[in-house]
C-alpha cells in the first residue's frame, strides 16, 4: 500500500455558525490524519467542534471528538496518540465553528 504524505487538504475556513466538511474520502483511499491545527484569525474568541463522520451520518453529539475553545489569535494543535482513520468512501472530517470563523489545516497521509 502505498500513501501520500503531507497536507491533506487546504487551509479552509469555516464560518462562524457554519459547519465545513475538511476532507472526504473518495476513490475507496484510506485518509489517516495525525494532526487537525485550528487558529480563531478573527481577533476574538472562537469556539470549534471537531467531527469524524461516517458515510451518510451527520455532525452530532454521537460523532463529536473534540471541542477546542481558540483565544484571540491562538492555534490549537489536536495529535492523537494515533491516526484518525476515515476508510469507506463518504466518511467525513468535519469542523463547525460556533462563535467565530475557525482556519482548519489537517496533515497526515491518503492511500496513493
Known amino acids: 500500500m502505498a500513501l501520500e504524505r503531507g497536507k491533506l487538504a487546504p487551509v479552509t475556513v469555516v464560518a462562524s455558525g ?18 487537525i491545527m485550528l487558529f480563531s484569525p478573527s481577533g476574538s ?3 470549534a467542534d471537531v467531527f ?15 471541542k477546542v475553545a481558540l483565544a484571540a489569535d491562538e492555534t490549537a494543535l489536536l495529535e492523537p496518540a494515533y491516526p484518525i482513520v476515515l476508510d469507506t ?6 469542523v463547525t465553528a ?15
Open 52 to 66: 469524524v463522520v461516517p458515510n451518510g451520518g451527520s455532525a452530532g453529539n454521537s460523532t463529536k471528538m473534540f
Open 89 to 94: 468512501d463518504g466518511d467525513t472530517l468535519r
Open 45 to 47: 474568541t472562537a469556539t
Open 18 to 35: 457554519a459547519t465545513g466538511t475538511i476532507i472526504t474520502v473518495a476513490s475507496s483511499k484510506k485518509v489517516y490524519i495525525k494532526s
Open 98 to 112: 460556533t462563535s467565530q470563523d475557525v482556519n482548519v489545516l489537517i496533515t497526515g497521509d491518503k492511500e496513493a
